[in-house]
């Protein structure tokens, strides 16, 4: 594995499963240069015997980008490690923290936080195929097994597999009951329980993930210890934040502004979609938050959802969605 820089992981936005998935990345990379971006959750089952190019290409604009791979058989995630090197990803991630019922039909996600050894090998076998990080995606607990030694044990474990990155959402996953929306929102936030496993685990990186609302506290987090905060729908319903980013977290300006990320997602559009309108569609759900606050955003959001002017503006739907709500300012 190639040395890491703590510095690699101070801000990333965090996989969401039907949203980051590439027009988001492309987009989201015009707005910061230096946050991490990561994939939508994408299994083994897929990787190896699905559409590979659909599933795993992407520009090479989005650097740096992690994929993050679902599954629990060490071959299989082997294997999809493998196969996507070749797509050039900068770290894999594997998922130990998603409760959907799905996924735990699957045994992969939170529930793989009961299988400790399991992770460590899975860990180990990505790791033969890539000398690029290999990262832990996790929760703090599972149901009733939410006590510190828990998950620093399971952290534990890990570690000594040779996982070096672990992205930490600070919620348990309570697997019984709750839909994945509501273990989002009902299980309490410890944050505490990520500064402890970093002072447990001292040359990890330790990023810590849930309910980060601005880059304010992501600050915060920072100067309080974490190597990294990673951010999830507060970054994509107010996707603006991200313009101011590279310099509240990194100290380097990043000149760009609303009309100039349009005008760069409709050359986007052309030239890697052309005739394309499913991705005209999927790009513009992306960025209804582009407008967050503005005079104008209910038209703004209305112009791209409309089926009608998707089909007739095509890449320029969303130059003719800025003209509608905007005018030519």
Not at 141 to 159: E, N
Not at 167 to 184: C, D, F, M, Y
Not at 233 to 245: C, D, E, G, K, S
């Amino acid at each position: 594995m190639t040395d890491l820089r703590p510095e690699d992981w101070r801000l990333s936005v965090a996989p969401m499963l039907d949203w980051t998935d590439r027009h988001c990345r492309y987009f989201h990379r015009l707005l910061t240069a230096r946050t991490r971006l990561y994939t939508e959750m994408v299994t083994t089952g897929a990787v190896i015997f699905g559409d590979r190019e659909r599933l795993l290409g992407f520009s090479p604009a989005e650097h740096p980008v992690a994929l993050q791979l679902g599954g629990s058989d060490p071959s299989d995630l082997a294997e999809s490690v493998r196969i996507a090197s070749a797509y050039g990803y900068d770290e894999f991630n594997l998922n130990c923290g998603c409760p959907s019922e799905r996924v735990q039909k699957g045994s992969f996600g939170a529930c793989l936080m009961l299988e400790p050894e399991t992770v460590a090998a899975c860990v180990r076998a990505m790791m033969s195929e890539t000398d690029r990080p290999v990262s832990v995606k996790h929760r703090i607990g599972v149901d009733d097994r939410s006590d510190y030694g828990f998950v620093r044990d399971f952290v534990g474990t890990v570690y000594d597999a040779g996982c070096r990155v672990f992205i930490v959402h600070t919620r348990a996953a309570w697997l019984k009951g709750l839909s994945p929306k509501e273990n989002r929102e009902v299980p309490p936030l410890v944050r505490e329980t990520a500064f402890a496993l970093k002072k447990d685990f001292p040359d990890t990186v330790m990023v810590i993930n849930g309910a980060v609302p601005d880059l304010g506290t992501a600050g915060e987090l920072i100067a309080a210890g974490m190597d990294g905060v990673m951010i999830g729908r507060a970054a994509y319903q107010n996707p603006w934040m991200l313009a101011q980013a590279d310099e509240t977290i990194y100290g380097e300006p990043h000149d760009c502004s609303r009309l100039g990320v349009i005008r760069a997602m409709t050359d986007y559009l052309k030239k890697n979609f052309p005739g394309d309108i499913n991705a005209v569609r999927a790009a513009a759900r992306h960025m209804n938050g582009l407008t967050q606050g503005l005079p104008g955003a209910r038209r703004w959001r209305q112009v791209l959802s409309d089926p009608s002017a998707i089909r007739t503006f095509g890449p320029e739907l969303m130059a003719h969605a800025w003209q509608e709500a905007f005018g030519d300012d």
